[in-house]
């Protein structure tokens, strides 16, 4: 059996005639950049999510670093976040030239520990980016306290999590704004790149709307120094077909990761834990094991995919030796990056093929 970490032909599959319906009306109106489906698709995300503006950009690390830009931060400011995350998470603290501060993360949810952000905390900080990794959200009462106290920005990365809540409340709607990506493999995702801003300060709306079109309010005019990043029509209308499924498919992933949590309760691995505060939607379903790299190696002789995320910390990461970190300063995340494995998890997986999974993963650890 062949099984794919993510396999994405098998949602096209499913959609292929509306799919193709709504690219070729986009075709035929002969309107590719900033048309009806990106203003609509907007409209429906910032409706889903609970905020009153989403301005659909290239990309979701776009979609940070024109936050942060929009927000002022820049040169001589912090900004703390995870340092278990994709790299985009403090790449674009540093685009804009401000520097990123890492906190460890918590060893249940994996997000940033709440409880080591406030000592991190210095005059030049100006905005705190929880990560609500893997589709799971931060704990965020006590860093919106946090924020309130010291007056700091709260964007939320929401790039895996779209669908996610706490206490009720949608992912992105917590913060002063948060950031999806609709790269392919995400929850939502498109066939290409894609990302989203959504805040319902229409201020901020309004100047990342002006930052991701050359700074440029009408044609050949310019306020200010921008960008080029703006999400794509096509893009957007499958978005907008897809949109339509999200919350089924986040509750078959829901569903299927539960079978997984189950089947391996009794097995020496760290199954994902699910916060009591929220909702997880298993963007990846990731376990721990010290027999990582065994296991991982086994896998893939039994044409099982798998993933590492993350191999290395951000703090670690080559680009950053200048911020003067070092191995033992995250403890946390520093095993959790030795340990860490996602096996399939996807709303199409056939129960076939997850019973493989399952059968395969306890013939590792049972085989002695």
Known sequence: MNISLIDLTKQYELLKEELHDSIEKVLKSGQFILGANVKTLEDEIAQYTGNKYGIGVANGTDALVLTLDALGIGPGDEVITSPF?????????????????????????????????????????????????????????????????????????????????????????????????????????????????????????GKIRLLRAHGSPKKYYHERLGYNSRLDEIQAAILRVKLRYLDKWNEARRQKAAVYTEAFKDLPVKTPYEAPYGRHVYHLYVMATSERDALSNYLKQKGIGCGIYYPLPLHLQPVYKELGYNKGDFPVAEKLCEEALAIPLYPELEEEKQQYIIQTIREFFERG
């Open 85 to 205: 995350t994709f790299f985009a998470s403090a790449e674009c603290i540093s685009r804009v030239g401000a520097r990123p501060v890492f906190v460890d993360i918590d060893p249940l949810t994996y997000c940033m520990d709440v409880n080591q952000i406030e000592e991190k905390i210095t005059e030049r900080t100006k905005a705190i980016i929880p990560v609500h990794i893997f589709g799971q959200m931060v704990d965020m009462d006590p860093i919106l306290a946090i924020a309130e106290k010291y007056g700091l920005y709260v964007i939320e990365d929401a790039c895996q999590a779209i669908g996610a809540s706490y206490k009720g409340k949608p992912a992105g709607s917590m913060g002063i704004a948060g950031c999806f990506s609709f790269f392919p493999t995400k929850n939502l995702g498109c066939y290409g790149d894609g990302g989203m801003v959504i805040t319902s300060d229409e201020e901020l709306a």
